[in-house]
Protein backbone atom coordinates (compact mmCIF):
# COMPACT_ATOMS: atom_id res chain seq x y z
CA UNK A 1 0.00 0.00 0.00
CA UNK A 2 1.40 3.30 -0.83
CA UNK A 3 0.24 7.10 -1.14
CA UNK A 4 1.34 9.55 -2.71
CA UNK A 5 0.48 13.23 -2.93
CA UNK A 6 0.41 14.96 -6.36
CA UNK A 7 1.79 18.55 -4.95
CA UNK A 8 -0.74 21.35 -7.06
CA UNK A 9 0.51 23.87 -4.23
CA UNK A 10 3.27 24.30 -6.60
CA UNK A 11 1.76 26.04 -9.24
CA UNK A 12 2.35 29.57 -9.63
CA UNK A 13 -0.73 31.13 -7.29
CA UNK A 14 -0.52 28.40 -5.42
CA UNK A 15 -3.28 26.57 -6.03
CA UNK A 16 -4.47 23.86 -8.66
CA UNK A 17 -6.66 26.01 -10.23
CA UNK A 18 -4.34 27.52 -12.36
CA UNK A 19 -4.69 24.92 -14.64
CA UNK A 20 -8.32 25.43 -14.97
CA UNK A 21 -8.02 29.23 -15.15
CA UNK A 22 -5.12 29.23 -17.87
CA UNK A 23 -6.92 26.62 -19.91
CA UNK A 24 -10.26 28.16 -19.98
CA UNK A 25 -8.21 31.79 -20.87
CA UNK A 26 -6.81 30.56 -23.90
CA UNK A 27 -9.59 28.44 -25.25
CA UNK A 28 -12.01 31.74 -24.87
CA UNK A 29 -9.19 33.83 -26.42
CA UNK A 30 -8.81 31.04 -29.75
CA UNK A 31 -12.36 31.38 -29.83
CA UNK A 32 -12.48 35.03 -29.94
CA UNK A 33 -15.17 35.39 -26.96
CA UNK A 34 -12.45 37.11 -25.10
CA UNK A 35 -10.37 40.30 -27.10
CA UNK A 36 -8.12 42.86 -25.18
CA UNK A 37 -9.50 45.16 -22.54
CA UNK A 38 -12.55 42.53 -21.90
CA UNK A 39 -13.24 42.47 -17.97
CA UNK A 40 -13.70 38.18 -17.02
CA UNK A 41 -17.00 37.27 -14.62
CA UNK A 42 -16.60 34.79 -12.28
CA UNK A 43 -18.32 32.92 -9.39
CA UNK A 44 -15.87 31.73 -7.16
CA UNK A 45 -15.07 30.64 -3.95
CA UNK A 46 -11.48 32.24 -3.87
CA UNK A 47 -8.48 29.70 -5.88
CA UNK A 48 -10.21 30.24 -9.34
CA UNK A 49 -10.51 33.64 -8.47
CA UNK A 50 -6.86 33.98 -7.43
CA UNK A 51 -5.76 32.17 -10.67
CA UNK A 52 -7.50 34.02 -13.11
CA UNK A 53 -6.64 37.31 -11.18
CA UNK A 54 -3.29 36.44 -12.12
CA UNK A 55 -3.77 35.85 -15.65
CA UNK A 56 -5.79 38.58 -16.34
CA UNK A 57 -3.02 41.17 -14.81
CA UNK A 58 -0.62 39.41 -16.87
CA UNK A 59 -2.69 39.62 -19.89
CA UNK A 60 -4.45 43.05 -19.80
CA UNK A 61 -8.12 41.96 -18.75
CA UNK A 62 -10.18 43.39 -15.85
CA UNK A 63 -11.92 40.50 -13.85
CA UNK A 64 -14.75 40.59 -11.59
CA UNK A 65 -14.90 37.88 -9.55
CA UNK A 66 -18.10 36.80 -7.29
CA UNK A 67 -17.23 35.12 -3.89
CA UNK A 68 -19.35 33.91 -1.17
CA UNK A 69 -18.64 36.68 2.16
CA UNK A 70 -17.51 33.40 4.26
CA UNK A 71 -14.29 33.08 2.65
CA UNK A 72 -10.64 33.62 4.54
CA UNK A 73 -9.13 37.31 4.41
CA UNK A 74 -6.11 36.02 2.51
CA UNK A 75 -8.25 35.06 -0.62
CA UNK A 76 -9.44 38.74 -0.56
CA UNK A 77 -5.81 40.30 -0.15
CA UNK A 78 -4.60 37.76 -3.25
CA UNK A 79 -7.43 39.01 -5.45
CA UNK A 80 -7.33 42.74 -4.57
CA UNK A 81 -3.36 42.46 -4.71
CA UNK A 82 -3.97 41.04 -8.17
CA UNK A 83 -6.19 43.97 -9.12
CA UNK A 84 -9.60 42.08 -9.15
CA UNK A 85 -12.60 43.24 -8.06
CA UNK A 86 -14.95 41.56 -5.57
CA UNK A 87 -18.70 41.50 -5.12
CA UNK A 88 -19.47 39.38 -2.05
CA UNK A 89 -22.54 37.21 -1.96
CA UNK A 90 -24.66 36.44 1.01
CA UNK A 91 -22.85 34.06 3.50
CA UNK A 92 -25.88 31.75 4.19
CA UNK A 93 -26.28 31.30 0.53
CA UNK A 94 -22.95 29.62 -0.01
CA UNK A 95 -21.31 28.96 -3.73
CA UNK A 96 -24.78 28.09 -4.65
CA UNK A 97 -25.67 31.88 -4.25
CA UNK A 98 -21.94 33.01 -5.67
CA UNK A 99 -23.32 31.29 -8.77
CA UNK A 100 -26.90 32.66 -9.15
CA UNK A 101 -25.67 36.46 -8.93
CA UNK A 102 -22.66 35.85 -11.29
CA UNK A 103 -25.03 34.22 -14.00
CA UNK A 104 -27.54 37.64 -12.87
CA UNK A 105 -24.39 40.21 -13.31
CA UNK A 106 -23.73 38.39 -16.66
CA UNK A 107 -26.90 38.93 -18.22
CA UNK A 108 -27.17 42.87 -17.24
CA UNK A 109 -23.69 42.97 -18.10
CA UNK A 110 -23.65 41.48 -21.63
CA UNK A 111 -20.21 42.71 -22.12
CA UNK A 112 -18.49 40.89 -19.64
CA UNK A 113 -17.59 37.24 -20.26
CA UNK A 114 -18.06 35.03 -17.94
CA UNK A 115 -16.16 31.91 -18.53
CA UNK A 116 -17.78 29.76 -15.78
CA UNK A 117 -15.98 27.19 -14.47
CA UNK A 118 -18.68 24.77 -13.43
CA UNK A 119 -19.61 24.30 -16.98
CA UNK A 120 -16.74 25.06 -18.77
CA UNK A 121 -15.60 22.21 -20.83
CA UNK A 122 -11.70 23.71 -21.10
CA UNK A 123 -12.14 23.16 -17.11
CA UNK A 124 -11.85 19.35 -17.29
CA UNK A 125 -9.77 19.36 -20.54
CA UNK A 126 -6.94 21.01 -18.86
CA UNK A 127 -6.69 17.78 -16.42
CA UNK A 128 -7.30 15.54 -19.26
CA UNK A 129 -4.32 16.99 -20.82
CA UNK A 130 -2.58 17.69 -18.05
CA UNK A 131 -2.73 16.59 -14.35
CA UNK A 132 -3.82 12.89 -16.05
CA UNK A 133 -1.02 12.48 -18.38
CA UNK A 134 1.54 14.18 -15.89
CA UNK A 135 -0.20 11.34 -13.23
CA UNK A 136 0.50 7.88 -15.17
CA UNK A 137 4.10 9.25 -16.23
CA UNK A 138 4.88 9.63 -12.54
CA UNK A 139 2.82 6.61 -11.30
CA UNK A 140 2.37 3.85 -14.06
CA UNK A 141 1.15 1.45 -11.48
CA UNK A 142 -1.46 4.23 -10.06
CA UNK A 143 -4.76 2.00 -8.76
CA UNK A 144 -6.69 5.14 -7.03
CA UNK A 145 -6.83 8.86 -7.65
CA UNK A 146 -8.53 10.71 -5.04
CA UNK A 147 -9.49 14.58 -5.64
CA UNK A 148 -11.85 17.09 -4.45
CA UNK A 149 -15.43 17.84 -5.93
CA UNK A 150 -16.12 21.38 -6.49
CA UNK A 151 -16.62 22.24 -9.90
CA UNK A 152 -15.70 18.69 -10.93
CA UNK A 153 -12.82 19.44 -13.66
CA UNK A 154 -10.32 17.84 -11.96
CA UNK A 155 -12.21 14.85 -11.39
CA UNK A 156 -13.92 14.56 -14.69
CA UNK A 157 -10.71 15.59 -16.69
CA UNK A 158 -7.81 13.53 -14.75
CA UNK A 159 -10.67 10.43 -14.37
CA UNK A 160 -11.71 10.04 -17.70
CA UNK A 161 -7.83 10.22 -19.02
CA UNK A 162 -6.82 7.29 -16.41
CA UNK A 163 -9.94 5.43 -16.99
CA UNK A 164 -9.16 5.63 -20.82
CA UNK A 165 -5.27 4.26 -19.93
CA UNK A 166 -6.15 2.06 -16.89
CA UNK A 167 -9.73 0.73 -16.83
CA UNK A 168 -9.70 -0.33 -13.41
CA UNK A 169 -8.34 2.82 -11.75
CA UNK A 170 -10.81 3.87 -9.04
CA UNK A 171 -11.98 7.66 -9.38
CA UNK A 172 -12.71 8.55 -5.92
CA UNK A 173 -14.11 12.02 -5.16
CA UNK A 174 -13.87 13.74 -1.65
CA UNK A 175 -16.66 16.63 -0.85
CA UNK A 176 -16.30 19.21 2.06
CA UNK A 177 -19.36 18.67 4.98
CA UNK A 178 -20.06 22.10 6.01
CA UNK A 179 -21.80 23.04 9.59
CA UNK A 180 -25.41 24.13 9.24
CA UNK A 181 -24.53 27.90 8.78
CA UNK A 182 -23.27 26.77 5.49
CA UNK A 183 -26.21 24.85 4.32
CA UNK A 184 -28.36 27.02 6.14
CA UNK A 185 -32.13 26.77 4.48
CA UNK A 186 -31.20 25.85 1.67
CA UNK A 187 -33.88 24.07 -0.14
CA UNK A 188 -33.68 20.58 -1.41
CA UNK A 189 -35.34 21.50 -4.91
CA UNK A 190 -33.31 23.93 -5.80
CA UNK A 191 -29.52 22.49 -5.16
CA UNK A 192 -27.45 22.70 -7.71
CA UNK A 193 -25.04 20.34 -10.00
CA UNK A 194 -22.27 21.74 -12.30
CA UNK A 195 -22.60 21.04 -15.53
CA UNK A 196 -19.12 19.44 -16.19
CA UNK A 197 -20.33 16.56 -13.66
CA UNK A 198 -20.84 13.12 -14.50
CA UNK A 199 -21.19 10.53 -11.82
CA UNK A 200 -20.17 7.74 -14.70
CA UNK A 201 -16.56 8.91 -14.19
CA UNK A 202 -16.62 7.96 -10.49
CA UNK A 203 -16.15 4.95 -8.53
CA UNK A 204 -17.20 6.43 -4.87
CA UNK A 205 -17.60 9.82 -3.44
CA UNK A 206 -17.11 10.89 0.42
CA UNK A 207 -18.20 13.50 2.37
CA UNK A 208 -15.70 15.01 4.53
CA UNK A 209 -16.75 17.03 7.85
CA UNK A 210 -14.57 19.68 8.83
CA UNK A 211 -12.80 17.96 11.64
CA UNK A 212 -11.75 15.06 10.01
CA UNK A 213 -10.32 17.55 6.90
CA UNK A 214 -8.11 19.22 9.67
CA UNK A 215 -7.32 16.35 11.57
CA UNK A 216 -5.78 14.80 8.03
CA UNK A 217 -4.68 18.20 7.37
CA UNK A 218 -2.52 18.41 10.60
CA UNK A 219 -1.36 14.62 10.11
CA UNK A 220 0.11 15.96 6.92
CA UNK A 221 1.80 18.09 8.76
CA UNK A 222 3.35 15.66 11.80
CA UNK A 223 3.94 13.10 9.68
CA UNK A 224 5.50 14.94 5.86
CA UNK A 225 6.01 18.51 6.63
CA UNK A 226 3.70 19.25 3.98
CA UNK A 227 1.42 22.34 4.78
CA UNK A 228 -1.36 22.27 2.79
CA UNK A 229 -4.51 23.39 2.84
CA UNK A 230 -8.16 22.61 4.39
CA UNK A 231 -9.82 20.79 1.58
CA UNK A 232 -6.45 18.70 0.95
CA UNK A 233 -7.27 16.97 4.61
CA UNK A 234 -10.54 15.85 3.10
CA UNK A 235 -9.20 14.49 0.40
CA UNK A 236 -6.06 12.54 2.23
CA UNK A 237 -9.25 11.55 4.94
CA UNK A 238 -10.99 9.97 1.74
CA UNK A 239 -7.39 8.52 0.14
CA UNK A 240 -6.77 6.76 4.06
CA UNK A 241 -10.45 5.70 3.92
CA UNK A 242 -10.03 3.56 0.33
CA UNK A 243 -6.37 2.73 1.61
CA UNK A 244 -7.75 1.06 4.79
CA UNK A 245 -10.72 -0.91 2.62
CA UNK A 246 -8.20 -2.36 0.29
CA UNK A 247 -5.31 -2.73 2.58
CA UNK A 248 -7.88 -5.26 4.90
CA UNK A 249 -8.18 -7.26 1.60
CA UNK A 250 -4.55 -7.83 1.29
CA UNK A 251 -4.38 -6.45 -2.16
CA UNK A 252 -1.67 -4.00 -3.64
CA UNK A 253 -2.70 -0.22 -3.46
CA UNK A 254 -0.80 2.74 -5.36
CA UNK A 255 -3.47 5.61 -4.09
CA UNK A 256 -2.59 9.59 -5.65
CA UNK A 257 -4.06 12.22 -3.55
CA UNK A 258 -4.20 15.77 -4.68
CA UNK A 259 -2.63 18.74 -2.41
CA UNK A 260 -5.14 20.90 -4.07
CA UNK A 261 -3.15 23.89 -2.30
CA UNK A 262 -0.95 25.43 0.17
CA UNK A 263 -1.90 26.40 3.69
CA UNK A 264 -1.01 29.92 3.41
CA UNK A 265 -4.48 31.40 2.82
CA UNK A 266 -5.68 29.73 5.68
CA UNK A 267 -3.78 30.56 8.61
CA UNK A 268 -5.93 33.73 9.64
CA UNK A 269 -9.17 30.63 10.42
CA UNK A 270 -7.10 29.04 13.07
CA UNK A 271 -7.03 25.97 11.65
CA UNK A 272 -3.26 24.96 12.41
CA UNK A 273 -3.41 26.22 16.15
CA UNK A 274 -5.01 25.52 19.23
CA UNK A 275 -7.07 21.92 19.81
CA UNK A 276 -8.65 20.39 16.75
CA UNK A 277 -11.83 20.39 18.32
CA UNK A 278 -11.30 24.35 18.59
CA UNK A 279 -9.81 24.61 15.39
CA UNK A 280 -12.83 22.49 13.80
CA UNK A 281 -15.94 25.27 15.58
CA UNK A 282 -13.81 27.89 14.58
CA UNK A 283 -14.33 26.34 10.64
CA UNK A 284 -17.72 26.21 11.31
CA UNK A 285 -19.84 28.57 8.89
CA UNK A 286 -16.62 29.32 6.85
CA UNK A 287 -15.80 27.89 2.93
CA UNK A 288 -12.63 26.11 3.52
CA UNK A 289 -12.94 24.26 0.10
CA UNK B 1 -28.00 -0.63 18.93
CA UNK B 2 -29.48 1.92 16.46
CA UNK B 3 -28.90 4.14 13.17
CA UNK B 4 -28.42 8.00 13.31
CA UNK B 5 -29.49 9.81 11.00
CA UNK B 6 -28.62 13.32 10.39
CA UNK B 7 -31.72 16.03 9.29
CA UNK B 8 -30.44 18.84 7.46
CA UNK B 9 -32.04 22.34 8.78
CA UNK B 10 -34.65 22.63 6.03
CA UNK B 11 -36.42 19.12 6.88
CA UNK B 12 -36.20 19.61 10.62
CA UNK B 13 -39.88 21.06 10.69
CA UNK B 14 -40.58 17.45 10.24
CA UNK B 15 -38.49 16.43 13.28
CA UNK B 16 -39.58 19.27 15.56
CA UNK B 17 -36.14 20.36 15.23
CA UNK B 18 -34.03 17.49 15.91
CA UNK B 19 -30.58 17.65 14.29
CA UNK B 20 -30.31 14.04 14.53
CA UNK B 21 -33.30 11.25 15.08
CA UNK B 22 -32.57 7.32 15.45
CA UNK B 23 -34.34 5.06 13.14
CA UNK B 24 -33.65 0.93 12.17
CA UNK B 25 -33.28 -0.88 9.18
CA UNK B 26 -31.18 -2.73 7.40
CA UNK B 27 -31.24 -1.04 4.15
CA UNK B 28 -31.29 2.67 3.10
CA UNK B 29 -34.71 2.51 1.92
CA UNK B 30 -35.86 0.64 5.34
CA UNK B 31 -34.43 3.46 7.51
CA UNK B 32 -35.99 6.17 5.13
CA UNK B 33 -39.40 3.98 5.57
CA UNK B 34 -39.15 3.62 9.09
CA UNK B 35 -38.01 7.73 9.74
CA UNK B 36 -41.59 8.26 7.92
CA UNK B 37 -43.47 5.85 10.43
CA UNK B 38 -42.11 8.54 12.87
CA UNK B 39 -41.34 11.61 11.13
CA UNK B 40 -44.60 11.61 8.62
CA UNK B 41 -43.84 13.64 5.66
CA UNK B 42 -40.30 12.94 5.17
CA UNK B 43 -39.98 10.26 2.74
CA UNK B 44 -41.50 12.82 0.36
CA UNK B 45 -39.08 15.21 0.44
CA UNK B 46 -36.10 12.32 -0.33
CA UNK B 47 -37.67 10.52 -2.91
CA UNK B 48 -39.66 11.19 -5.80
CA UNK B 49 -42.79 9.75 -7.02
CA UNK B 50 -40.62 6.88 -9.18
CA UNK B 51 -39.02 6.08 -6.40
CA UNK B 52 -35.76 7.40 -6.70
CA UNK B 53 -33.26 9.70 -4.83
CA UNK B 54 -34.42 12.97 -5.28
CA UNK B 55 -31.34 15.24 -7.62
CA UNK B 56 -30.53 17.51 -5.29
CA UNK B 57 -30.38 15.48 -1.54
CA UNK B 58 -27.50 13.91 -1.14
CA UNK B 59 -27.48 11.00 1.13
CA UNK B 60 -24.11 9.42 3.03
CA UNK B 61 -24.09 6.60 4.95
CA UNK B 62 -20.91 6.37 6.98
CA UNK B 63 -19.97 9.49 4.87
CA UNK B 64 -20.32 7.16 1.69
CA UNK B 65 -22.39 8.68 -1.20
CA UNK B 66 -24.95 6.24 -1.59
CA UNK B 67 -25.10 7.06 -4.95
CA UNK B 68 -22.27 4.55 -5.74
CA UNK B 69 -22.67 2.06 -2.78
CA UNK B 70 -26.48 0.49 -4.12
CA UNK B 71 -28.81 3.78 -3.90
CA UNK B 72 -31.57 3.18 -1.61
CA UNK B 73 -30.73 -0.66 -1.96
CA UNK B 74 -27.39 -0.16 0.18
CA UNK B 75 -26.95 -1.63 3.55
CA UNK B 76 -27.06 0.50 6.73
CA UNK B 77 -25.44 -1.82 9.72
CA UNK B 78 -26.55 -1.59 12.85
CA UNK B 79 -24.61 2.25 14.56
CA UNK B 80 -23.93 3.73 11.25
CA UNK B 81 -24.68 7.26 10.67
CA UNK B 82 -26.86 8.42 7.76
CA UNK B 83 -26.38 11.77 6.65
CA UNK B 84 -28.83 13.76 4.11
CA UNK B 85 -27.46 16.96 3.19
CA UNK B 86 -28.66 19.52 0.24
CA UNK B 87 -26.86 19.77 -2.66
CA UNK B 88 -24.07 22.45 -2.91
CA UNK B 89 -22.09 23.51 -5.88
CA UNK B 90 -20.58 20.26 -6.30
CA UNK B 91 -23.90 18.11 -5.91
CA UNK B 92 -25.00 15.01 -7.42
CA UNK B 93 -26.87 14.09 -10.15
CA UNK B 94 -29.28 11.03 -10.05
CA UNK B 95 -27.34 7.91 -11.72
CA UNK B 96 -29.36 7.69 -15.10
Redesign the interface.
Known amino acids: MRVWAKLEDRNPTGSIKDRAALAMVRTAEADGTLTPGCTILEPTSGNTGISLAMVAKLRGYGLVCVMPENTSIERRQLLEMFGARIIFSPAAGGSNQAVATAKQLAAQNPDWVMLYQYGNPANALAHYEGTGPELLRDLPTITHFVAGLGTTGTLMGTGRYLREKVPDVAVIAAEPRYGDLVYGLRNIDEGFVPELYDDAVLTSRFSVTSYDALRRTRDLIEHEGIFAGISTGAILHAALSVADRVAARGERADVAFVVADGGWKYLSTGAYSGSLQEAAERLEGQLWA | MAIEVKI ?4 RTYTKGE ?1 AVSATGGSLAAVIDDLDTNYAGLKG ?1 LITEDGSL ?5 V ?1 VD ?3 V ?3 GSLDTPVADGATV ?1 I ?9 D ?1 A
Not at chain 2, 8 to 11: A, D, G, N, S, W
Open positions: PTILKRHRFVNYDEDRFTTLPAVAGGSRR
